[in-house]
């Protein structure tokens, strides 16, 4: 079983960056695609990015601010988050898909000034 552990977040400037990271808890579990999701308090959980061999997929709104990226050999899942905005703040949940669905517990970001 895959418990993905999410780590990074915080309180950032509207403006600034932050980086999230993601690891799964188990080895060789045959991790089809991993990704990021948030939710903001009164709305629904929506996709961020998410990732897989030789595919990229990005939220219109992050497009050209947010880069998600992975290492397969410690299957890790990452975000790097720049050019914040108070609007993205939210819970980020890392999601990591090997024909279940398995969701870690979430990281606060929130982005004031």
């Known amino acids: 079983q895959v418990q993905p552990v999410e780590s990074g977040g915080g309180l950032v400037h509207p403006g600034g960056s932050l980086s999230l990271s993601c690891a799964a808890s188990?080895?060789?579990?045959?991790?089809?695609?991993m990704g990021w999701y948030r939710q903001a308090p009164g709305k629904q959980r929506e996709s961020v990015a998410t990732?897989?061999?030789?595919?990229?997929w990005y939220r219109d709104s992050v497009k050209g601010r947010f880069t998600i990226s992975k290492d397969n050999t410690k299957n890790m899942v990452f975000l790097q988050m720049n050019s914040l905005k108070p609007e993205d703040t939210a819970v980020y949940y890392c999601?990591?898909?090997?024909?279940?669905?398995?969701w870690g517990r979430g990281t606060q970001v929130t982005v004031s000034s």
């Open positions: 999601m990591m898909y090997t024909g279940t669905f398995y």
């Open positions: 188990a080895a060789r579990v045959g991790i089809v695609r």
């Open positions: 990732i897989a061999d030789g595919d990229i």
